[in-house]
């Protein structure tokens, strides 16, 4: 059984920064592509980010480039997001996902997490 484990959400102020963490479990995690997306209340699911296994490619929303940073540490099993400048659009529970090709579509992934809050004060 596969396990996706989100960390790291809160309370921020606009202009500020978090740093998520997702710890994957019961799988070799190198193999695994993996990705960050986003869900507004109200609002569908949206990507934000995605890294190949070997962390050599990485994909960000138009809406986070600049701001937003995905890396991984495959000896951690871990996948982390570097979230800074936020505003309050940013806001929205963030879920970490899996899959075996990297890409911008949910549809590529197999394996999420439980999901993360993430707001972000004016």
């Known amino acids: 059984q596969v396990q996706l484990v989100e960390s790291g959400g809160g309370l921020v102020q606009a202009g500020g920064s978090l740093r998520l963490s997702c710890v994957v479990s019961g799988r070799t995690f190198s193999t695994v592509a993996m990705g960050w997306f986003r869900q507004a209340p109200g609002k569908e699911r949206e990507f934000v980010s995605s890294?190949?296994?070997?962390?050599?490619?990485?994909d960000y929303a138009d809406s986070v480039k600049g701001r937003f940073t995905i890396t991984r540490d495959n000896p951690k099993n871990t996948v982390y997001l570097q979230m800074n400048s936020l505003k309050p659009e940013d806001t929205a529970v963030y879920y970490c996902?899996?899959?075996?090709?990297?890409?911008?579509?949910?549809?590529?992934?197999?394996?999420w997490g439980q999901g993360t809050q993430v707001t972000v004060s004016s």
């Open positions: 890294i190949t296994w070997s962390g050599g490619y990485t």
């Open positions: 996902a899996g899959g075996s090709a990297v890409g911008s579509s949910s549809a590529n992934y197999v394996y």
